[in-house]
C-alpha cells in the first residue's frame, strides 16, 4: 500500500513557476514508477510526466516537454515536478500517482493517486 500526499499548488500568473510536491509513504518507494497527471474543468485527466523507479528515465506530455522537470528524491520518498512558463490552459488539479513497473507506457496503469493540489495560472 502506498498513499501519496501532494502540496505545493496555487495560484499563479502567466510566466511564473511553482514547484509541485508528493510525499510517499512505505519503504519500496523506489520500486515505484511515479507520475503527475492533471484534470481540468470539463476535461478528462490527462498524463503530464512520469519517472522511473530509479529516476532514470523521464516522460512528458508534448505540452509540458522543455518546460517542466520530474524528479525525485528517493532518500525522502518524494517526487516533485518543477513547473515553468506557466500557462492559463496548465490550470488544473494535479494529481501524483505511482505504479509497480508493468509493461506499458509510461502513462498507464497507475493505481495509487493522491489526492490532488489545485494550480491556477491567470493571464
Known amino acids: 500500500q502506498v498513499q501519496l500526499v501532494e502540496s505545493g499548488g496555487g495560484l499563479v500568473q502567466a510566466g511564473d513557476s511553482l514547484r509541485l510536491s508528493c510525499a510517499a509513504s512505505g519503504r519500496t518507494f523506489i520500486s515505484y514508477d511515479m507520475g503527475w497527471f492533471r484534470q481540468a474543468p470539463g476535461k478528462e485527466r490527462e498524463f503530464v510526466a512520469a519517472?522511473?523507479?530509479?529516476?532514470?528515465?523521464?516522460y512528458y506530455a508534448d505540452s509540458v516537454k522543455g518546460r517542466w522537470t520530474i524528479s525525485r528524491a528517493t532518500a525522502k520518498n518524494t517526487v516533485s515536478l518543477q513547473m515553468n512558463s506557466l500557462k492559463p490552459e496548465d490550470t488544473a488539479v494535479y494529481y501524483c500517482?505511482?505504479?509497480?513497473?508493468?509493461?506499458?507506457?509510461?502513462?498507464?496503469?497507475?493505481?495509487?493517486w493522491g489526492q490532488g493540489t489545485q494550480v491556477t495560472v491567470s493571464s
Open positions: 519517472i522511473s523507479g530509479s529516476g532514470g528515465r523521464t
Open positions: 500517482a505511482a505504479r509497480l513497473p508493468v509493461a506499458a507506457g509510461p502513462e498507464s496503469l497507475f493505481y495509487y
